[in-house]
Structures are given as structure tokens and as C-alpha cells.
């Protein structure tokens, strides 16, 4: 994350920070829930993150600071000028209340929060695991009953349904990424040759693009979603680089033009996916050519890169096709 992220002055330093936190936490839900059927994480629709699958919708919100009931429930007030030139105090919703005024009740909502003040920690109750994260936590009935009556009458139905989660997620940005790559390691994503870092910038770079999408009347939500789709293509497993090292090492090539095209296949997922469909099809469309049958995998790749040499470098040709190969169904 470090890599993709500038720091351009002091001023906006702590911004940048607390936006990576609420990435590494968005990052952290793709790895342990994007594999449930219909997965999909909206980044900055109605809330922060919205999860959505099966027929199952939570909405959230990330603060990377030790809050309490008081300081989630807690009206915002601030003085502005208004048109006329005077100032005026203008009053915003808490935290909690930005969380609950999406979606209806029968929803989940989360805030995910670095901690919880000691006292109002012994006023939650622990839910292990959660539907979506590790474990959570649910408030008791007395801290529902303190929090509803800060509530607006519409929303004090959901506070059923609200939960904190702790995120393991260090504040310190190199820590946290330590921490992913571990989690991606767990779940059999290949994460070595730097890879996990790799896989790790290439999700926030997505989330900040999905992020600055605008939405507007008449344009589909799905432009700020990422899905199980696109996870799947991102998060490679191991099982895939062990079908790409046996082609590979069938085709005969010397150490040094081997391990050239191995760090050349770090790419595809990340911009090469066009070039991948159009070798892909060229494959598909000779698969049942009868002189293909009697050629080596290096023969087939050779023939099938033919026609994009003009274009692309023969090591990043072969790459591609190599990936293509091991995911060609007959």
C-alpha cells in the first residue's frame, strides 16, 4: 500500500493514513468472504463499505480510532456561513446514525473500529464468528436501551442488528500489509516472489479508482463494486503457479529466460488481462486443429503467439500463453 500511496504534504499525512486503514480493512473482508455466493463489496456507495451475498446486505463504517458509545453516538456540530454571511451551527448525524440510515431492518451494520473504551467494552457482547468477520461484537441490553434513546425513532429497530468489529489491522502501514500477506498465505494465495504486496497494491489501487467514481441519477451502482469475479483473477493460488511451473518447465527454456518469464506472469492479472482473452481465443479457436495434436506445448505456444509479436515482448507473449494453456478446457 506504501507503494501506490504519495504523501504529498504533512497537512494531508493523517487523512492518508486513516483512508489506508479503511482500505486494509475493505482488503481484509475480500480475503475471508469473497468466495460466498454473489459476493460483492461496494467501496463508498451508501456507506464506506456495503458487503453484499447470498441475501445477506451489511453496511460500514471504518474509524481507526478507540471510540466509545459516546463518541459513535454523538451529533456533529460545526459553525459555517450561510448565504447570508452569517454564522450559523449546523448539526450533522453521529457516526451511528450515518451507519443505520442506509438500507432497511432487516440489514446487518458494522462500525469497524481500532478499539473500544474499557467501560463500554464490558457493555458488549462477544458473537464469535460473525457472519462476515472473524468474531463481532453486539451491545447488551442496557447499553441498547442507553443508546436507542439517542436515536432517531426511525432507526431505533436496526440498533438490533449493529455491531462493533476490532480490527487486527496495525495502524502502522507496513505492519498491516505483513498482516494481509499473511492472510492471503491462509487462504493458499500464492504470495511469494513478492507477489503478496503486489496483489495487495494492485486492490488499492482499484479501491481508489472504484472510490472516486461518482455516482449520479441514472448510473448503476455497480461501477463502485468489486466481486468474487474479480478476486478470483487477483488472488492466484498456489495450485495455478504449480500448473504454470510444469508448462514451463516443458518448454526447455535456459534458468535466466525461465525466471524472465515467471516475473513477467506477476503482471497478467494486474494489465495484461486484454492481451490474455485475445490468446485465449486464439487457442480455443485451433484446439481442434489435428496439427496441433502432434506438438509439443512449446510448438503450440510458438504458433499460437504468431499473430502478436508486433506488439508485445516475446517473454511477456509466452507468459501469457503459458497462463492461457493451463486454463484451456477441451
Known amino acids: 500500500m506504501t507503494e501506490v500511496v504519495e504523501v504529498l504534504d504533512n497537512g494531508g499525512a493523517e487523512a492518508i493514513k486513516g483512508f489506508n486503514f479503511q482500505k486494509a480493512n475493505l482488503i481484509l473482508l475480500a480475503i475471508n468472504n469473497y468466495l460466498k455466493q454473489n459476493f460483492k463489496i461496494y467501496i463508498e456507495a451508501e456507506d464506506d463499505i456495503v458487503v453484499s451475498y447470498e441475501n445477506n446486505k451489511a453496511y460500514i463504517q471504518v474509524k481507526k480510532q478507540i471510540h466509545t458509545f459516546s463518541t459513535i453516538s ?11 454571511g452569517n454564522k450559523v451551527t449546523k448539526i450533522s448525524p453521529s457516526i451511528l446514525e450515518k451507519n443505520l440510515r442506509s438500507g432497511t431492518d432487516t440489514d446487518t451494520y458494522k462500525i469497524i473500529v481500532k478499539d473500544i473504551g474499557t467501560v463500554d467494552k464490558k457493555k458488549l457482547i462477544l ?3 460473525g457472519s462476515i468477520c472473524t468474531e ?6 442496557k447499553a441498547k436501551e442507553d443508546i436507542i434513546k439517542l436515536l432517531p425513532e426511525e432507526l431505533k429497530l436496526k440498533i438490533e442488528n449493529f455491531y462493533f468489529f476490532i480490527s487486527p489491522i496495525n495502524e502502522d502501514l507496513n505492519e498491516a500489509v505483513k498482516y494481509l500477506i499473511g492472510c492471503l498465505n491462509e487462504i493458499n494465495v500464492s504470495v511469494d516472489n513478492n507477489r503478496g504486496r503486489i496483489v495487495i497494491a494492485e486492490l488499492s489501487l482499484t479501491i481508489d479508482q ?16 468489486m466481486d468474487t469475479k474479480y478476486f478470483s483473477k487477483v488472488f492466484v493460488t498456489y495450485e495455478n503457479l504449480n500448473k504454470f511451473e510444469r508448462v514451463l518447465d516443458s ?11 515467471r516475473n513477467e506472469r506477476l503482471k497478467i492479472e494486474l494489465n495484461l488481462t486484454d492481451l490474455k482473452n485475445d490468446i485465449k481465443e486464439a487457442l480455443h479457436e485451433h484446439l481442434n486443429d489435428e496439427n496441433l495434436s502432434g ?17 508485445f515482448s516475446k517473454i511477456t507473449l509466452i507468459s501469457v500463453a503459458i497462463e492461457c494453456l493451463c486454463e484451456v478446457e477441451v
Do not use: C, W
Open 136 to 141: 463481532v461484537y453486539r451491545l447488551n441490553d
Open 127 to 129: 458473537k464469535k464468528p
Open 210 to 225: 472504484k472510490a472516486q467514481e461518482v455516482l449520479h441519477e441514472g448510473i448503476d451502482k455497480e461501477i463502485k463494486a
Open 295 to 311: 506438438l509439443s506445448n512449446r510448438e503450440i505456444i510458438e504458433f499460437i503467439i504468431k499473430g502478436f509479436e508486433m506488439k
Open 74 to 84: 454523538k451529533k456533529e456540530s460545526k459553525k459555517i456561513q450561510d448565504t447570508n
Open 251 to 261: 518448454l526447455g527454456y535456459n534458468e535466466i529466460f525461465a525466471n524472465k518469464i
